[in-house]
């Protein structure tokens, strides 16, 4: 056991002595929620639930959850932003920093215990107890630890949860570690319906999403000298074209971009309302966009990062020009 290894041991000692003295837990997905978010909230929270635990979910609105996370076993602890009681311990899992709390932050800095559960090299720690490991693949990962630790069984519910934000962090096992490899081969031994949930989470859209990705894909701009020549390519998704879409359609466009040969760097940008947007960073392999994305006020992986901006395609399209 390296140093690293040694602290997370200690760090997850930590998190499981507090959430086993706990009789009420409030757990927090972060904003524009995504599968490893949601999976690995209601996972811990089923956990603790069968243990005896009362538990309340939720992650911050306005935004309605995309039908398959809804879906997901234990969807049923999930609550209103606005209902939150707020317990003397809280999780928040898969939140690189405060911000992504949004609305339901101050209910983090309210907690006795404050437990951050996370996995993005950008994340400080910014809990009483920080579980934090850029080395785990997902949140998804640590939340398991921490169930095992718990000494908690996993049943299929849980372990459905726990598949979901593998699945989706590491892009349908593209970039997985043999661990995650691992973790999928016993939650599938378990009972998950792997094939039926990769289809909700990653491989179903609306018929409407193929004009969306369309004129996306007809927005996109290559730009070689970037990146000292490694190029980056950018497309925009402006509010009009995912309007009757829901937000969470337009995750996908990156994955598409980011298939440019030409490019080190992709780039898409996102309104997700008039003048707002949110702008996904993907990097093959050489270039760190923590730095960049920092820039901008958000953060992230070294080769997947996001931040928001505000103004008009061009200005916000400008802006990061600028600045790499
Ligand atoms: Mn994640």
């Known amino acids: 056991m390296n140093t690293t290894e040694a602290a997370e041991a200690v760090a997850l000692r930590s998190v499981v002595d507090v959430l086993a003295a706990a009789d009420h837990v409030t757990v927090l997905c972060h904003t524009r929620p995504d599968a490893d978010t949601i999976g690995s909230g209601l996972a811990i929270a089923g956990a603790l639930r069968s243990r005896g635990t009362v538990v309340e979910v939720s992650f911050p609105g306005p935004t309605r959850l995309p039908s398959a996370l809804a879906a997901l076993p234990g969807a049923d602890l999930l609550i209103e932003p606005e209902d939150v009681v707020g317990y003397p311990v809280v999780v928040a899992v898969d939140c690189a920093s405060i911000h992504r709390l949004d609305t339901l932050a101050g209910v983090l800095e309210s907690a006795t215990e404050s437990i951050v559960v996370d996995h993005h090299a950008s994340n400080a720690g910014f809990g009483t107890v920080n579980l934090v490991d850029p080395g785990a693949d997902c949140t998804a990962e640590l939340a398991l630890a921490i169930i095992d630790a718990l000494d908690v069984p996993l049943d299929v519910g849980v372990a459905t949860c726990l598949y979901a ?9 593209k970039w997985a570690q043999p661990k995650s490899h691992r973790i999928a081969a016993r939650l599938l031994e378990l009972g998950v319906d792997g094939r039926t949930w990769t ?6 859209h609306r018929f409407a999403w193929l004009s969306m990705v369309s004129a996306a894909l007809e927005s996109a701009v290559l730009v070689s000298e970037a990146f000292d020549g490694r190029g980056l390519v950018y497309a925009v998704v402006d509010h009009g074209s995912t309007r009757e879409l829901g937000w969470e359609e337009s995750e996908s466009v990156v994955d598409i971009v980011r298939t440019t040969a030409e490019a080190e760097v992709a780039v898409v940008f996102k309104e997700a309302s008039p003048g707002d947007w949110t702008v996904s960073m993907r990097a ?17 992986h070294r080769l997947a990062c996001g931040y928001s901006a505000s103004g008009s395609a061009d200005e916000v399209v400008g802006q990061l020009l600028r600045s790499v």
């Open 165 to 173: 934000g593998v699945v989706t962090d590491t892009g349908s096992f």
């Open 199 to 204: 289809r909700h989470l990653l491989d179903t």
């Open 284 to 300: 093959k392999s050489e270039v760190d966009l923590v730095p960049i994305a920092r820039t901008h006020g958000g953060g992230g």
